[in-house]
C-alpha cells in the first residue's frame, strides 16, 4: 500500500463503518485515479471534500427521516432519568442540611416549636416530592404517578411554602434553616408530567425498556456523590479557602461527562445525552457564569470533555461498543 492510498484510507475512517464497507474501495479507486504521479500526499481539496462528505452522512443518519425512532427512544430515556436526577439532587440537599444540623447546631436560630411532626416534614419535603415520579418510572406504576402529583400539591400548599425556612424539631426546639430545597418548583412539575407520560403510555414504556433498570440503579449513587461532593466544596470555602468554591460544579460535570460518555454506546443514548446534557449539567450549581474568569469556565467543562472521553476510550478499548443497525446512528 502506498503513503497515498494509507493516508486516504485513514481520512475514510470518519466515515460510519457500514457505509466504508459498501463505499471504501470504490471510493480510494477513484481517488488513486485522479493523483498525480508521485504524489504523496492527499490534496487540500481532497481532504475538505471527504470530510464534508463525511460531515453530511453523519447528518443524514442523526437526523435524516430514518433517524426517526432514535430519537423517540432517546427522548423517552432523558424524559425517565430526569425524576431520577431530581430525587438524587433532592437527596443530596437534604443530606448536607442534616449534616449542618449535626455539625454546628449553634449557629442556626433556635425558635420554640410545638408541631415537631410539621417540622420533620419540613426537613424531608424535597425528597417526598422528588420520590414519586422516580419510583413511578422505576416501577411503571400509574398509581404512583397519581400519588406524586398529590405531593406536588400539597408542596405549593402547605403553609412554609416560600417562607425561606424549614424547621426541624429537636427536644421541642425548632432549629430554623435557609431553605435548601430545589431551585424551582418547575423542576419538579417536569419530573411528574415526565413520570406521568411513562406510566400511562405504552409507547414510553416499550422505548424506556431500551435501559436495563439496573442501569439507573447503578448510577443514581453516583450522581447523588457528585451533588454531595459540590455541596461538600461550598461548606469547605469557609475552612479552607474561599477559592475552592468556584471548582463546586466540577464533581458533578466530571459524573455528567462520564454518564454521557457510556450512553454514547447506542443511537438513542447518543440522542439522550444530547438533550439532556445541558439541564443535566445545571443541577450541579454552575454559579454565575458571566462574573466567573473565563480561564475557570473552561477548565470546569473541560474536567467535563476529559470525563467523557475517558469513558468512549475505555469502552472501546474494552471492545464493548453496542452495534445497532437501525439507521438512525
Not at 423517552?76 to 439532587?89: I, N
Not at 402529583?149 to 405549593?156: D, G, Q, S, V
Not at 424551582?184 to 419530573?191: E, L, M
Not at 474536567?303 to 474494552?318: D, I, K, N, Q, Y
Request: glycine share 8%.
Amino acid at each position: 500500500m502506498s503513503p497515498l492510498e494509507a493516508a486516504y484510507r485513514r481520512l475514510l475512517a470518519v466515515y460510519p463503518r457500514d457505509h466504508r464497507a459498501r463505499h471504501e474501495e470504490e471510493m480510494i479507486g477513484v481517488l488513486m485515479a485522479g493523483a498525480r504521479p508521485g504524489q504523496l500526499r492527499p490534496h487540500f481539496l481532497d481532504v475538505t471534500d471527504l470530510l464534508w462528505g463525511a460531515s453530511r452522512v453523519h447528518a443524514r443518519r442523526a437526523f435524516g427521516p430514518g433517524s426517526a425512532g432514535a430519537w423517540r427512544a432517546g427522548l423517552t430515556v432523558a424524559m425517565a432519568l430526569w425524576p431520577l436526577l431530581m430525587l438524587a439532587a433532592a437527596l443530596a440537599m437534604t443530606l448536607m442540611m442534616v449534616v449542618d444540623l449535626v455539625a454546628s447546631p449553634a449557629s442556626v436560630g433556635v425558635v420554640p416549636s410545638r408541631e415537631p411532626i410539621v417540622a420533620l416534614l419540613g426537613l424531608v419535603e424535597p425528597v417526598i416530592v422528588a420520590a414519586p415520579p422516580a419510583l413511578a418510572v422505576l416501577l411503571g406504576r400509574r398509581w404512583i404517578a397519581v400519588l406524586g402529583a398529590l405531593a406536588l400539591a400539597c408542596h405549593l400548599v402547605l403553609p412554609w411554602y416560600g417562607s425561606g425556612v424549614v424547621a426541624l424539631s429537636l427536644d421541642g426546639v425548632a432549629i430554623v434553616l435557609p431553605d435548601f430545597r430545589l431551585p424551582t418548583t418547575g423542576w419538579f412539575f417536569t419530573a411528574q408530567v415526565v413520570a406521568a407520560v411513562i406510566a400511562f403510555l405504552p409507547a414510553a414504556r416499550r422505548a424506556l425498556a431500551l435501559v436495563p433498570r439496573r442501569g439507573f440503579l447503578r448510577w443514581t449513587p453516583l450522581a447523588l456523590a457528585g451533588l454531595i461532593a459540590g455541596h461538600a466544596m461550598v461548606r469547605l470555602a469557609g475552612v479552607i479557602d474561599h477559592q475552592i468554591i468556584i471548582w463546586k460544579p466540577v464533581p458533578w460535570l466530571v459524573v455528567v461527562g462520564l454518564a454521557a460518555g457510556f450512553a454514547c454506546r447506542s443511537a438513542s443514548g447518543r440522542r439522550a445525552a444530547l438533550v439532556l446534557f445541558l439541564p443535566a449539567a445545571a443541577l450541579g450549581d454552575l454559579g454565575n457564569p458571566p462574573w466567573t474568569p473565563a480561564v475557570v469556565v473552561f477548565a470546569q467543562l473541560g474536567c467535563a470533555v476529559l470525563a467523557f472521553a475517558a469513558a468512549v476510550s475505555t469502552r472501546r478499548r474494552g471492545g464493548r461498543r453496542v452495534a445497532e443497525v437501525t439507521p438512525g446512528r
